[in-house]
């Protein structure tokens, strides 16, 4: 054998281990520059609130209350109006109306104009309210034995609801505001029964969905239909009650974290039960919609995720996030101009995040 030869080849060995490394170091490199951009994903504006209580997102921005007032502050950052109500108030804000409570005080305020539209006394105390298009509901008296009023965004009240001896779990309007349901959880019996009851504003019942297999916690309307979401199955239903079995869903082990309440066939984002435990961050992402449903691993630990329009967006508290869109194969992530994230409120319509971190609110641009 030719000495010479032999000498060449652990060169030629080390040779190609050298070009292998270089294209594994370029792949992650390139990887590294996907999954965790340098620049800021968008610009971001920060507003300063002195004692924030609360905040609700809404289709051009934010309102809160401070304590004393509620304000209204836009999705570039411009302050709005404001209202002074004063101490210990709850309040409600939609795109069409803020509802504000204290005591038996009610005020509807609009929300593009910052006008009451009402202001007076109800006959017992205001648990909370709810403002829609066209008509405000009022659960009033306690929690587990209360009435709930409905009235025209003027103050006009149009009907009442008694509900005895049950919990109201959660409420709201859907078909362009022209129904009411309201989740009621019954407690007396064996084992407690989840029921969700439809109205007509000024008429009688419309439909009424029972069911005993399961605990439901949420509400999403797709066209004619009322989609229930439960700790076992997503359940669909038309508005009188009857379930349509064929399109029932399997959804133990997922909760159902956030979902586009504005879109006819409404994007849901499910993320795993256990990483909702502790100090766990959320990884799995599981998308659905009608004819959707798909698992996506995220890149990196979220605390929160928000469906709107057709993306998923997923924010960690360093500053990072994650957009999943439906037609997309694999998530793309970037690192924001932000150093910390306590809170995710939500993304408004013309797509700004609204984080937080104690009295700082950030509306970050995700376009």
């Known amino acids: 054998m030719d000495m010479r030869t032999r000498k060449k080849n652990p060169w030629a060995i080390v040779l190609l281990i050298l070009v292998l490394c270089c294209a594994i170091a370029y792949g992650c490199a390139a990887l590294g520059a996907r999954v965790f951009a340098s620049d800021s994903f968008g610009e971001t504006k920060t507003v300063d609130i002195a004692n924030l209580q609360d905040l609700h997102v809404i289709a051009d921005g934010f309102v809160y209350y401070d304590g004393s007032t509620i304000s209204h502050i836009s999705s570039t950052g411009r302050a709005g109006w404001s209202y002074l109500v004063g101490a210990n108030a709850g309040f409600h804000a939609s795109d069409y109306g803020v509802a504000v409570w204290q005591e038996k005080t009610l005020t509807l305020i609009d929300t593009e104009s910052g006008d009451t539209t009402f202001n007076g006394t109800m006959d017992a105390d205001v648990i909370s309210a709810h403002i829609d298009d066209h008509y405000a509901a009022v659960l009033t008296g306690s929690e587990t034995s209360g009435t709930m009023i409905l009235m025209g965004s003027d103050g006009r009240q149009v009907s009442q609801i008694v509900l005895d001896d049950v919990t109201v779990i959660d409420y709201g309007f859907f078909s362009n505001g022209s129904l009411l349901w309201v989740m009621l ?6 084992a407690p029964t989840c029921d969700i009851q439809t109205y007509r504003p000024g008429k009688e019942i419309v439909g009424s969905i029972h069911d005993n297999e399961q605990i439901s916690y949420a509400v999403m309307f797709q066209q004619s239909q009322v989609l229930v979401a439960g700790d076992t199955y997503l359940r669909t239903y038309d508005y009188t009650g009857t379930e349509d079995p064929d399109h ?7 909760y159902l974290a956030s979902a586009e309440t504005s879109a006819d066939d409404p994007l849901m984002a499910l ?3 256990a990483q909702l435990q502790g100090d766990s961050n959320i990884r799995d992402l599981r998308m659905m919609r009608s004819n959707l449903d798909r698992v996506v691993r995220l890149p990196f630990g979220c605390m929160n995720v928000v469906a709107r329009g057709n ?7 360093d500053g990072h996030l994650v957009s999943v869109q439906t037609d997309q194969v694999s998530p793309t992530a970037y690192q924001l101009n ?6 995710v409120y939500g993304v408004t319509q013309d ?10 609110v950030y509306l970050v641009s995700l376009r």
């Open 338 to 343: 932000l150093q910390h994230i306590s809170t």
């Open 271 to 273: 993320v795993n039960d």
């Open 185 to 190: 959880l019954d407690s007396n019996g064996t």
């Open 248 to 254: 029932r869903r399997l959804i133990y082990g997922w």
């Open 311 to 317: 993306t998923v967006y997923g924010f960690s508290d």
């Open 351 to 360: 797509g700004v995040a609204v984080l937080g971190n104690g009295d700082s």
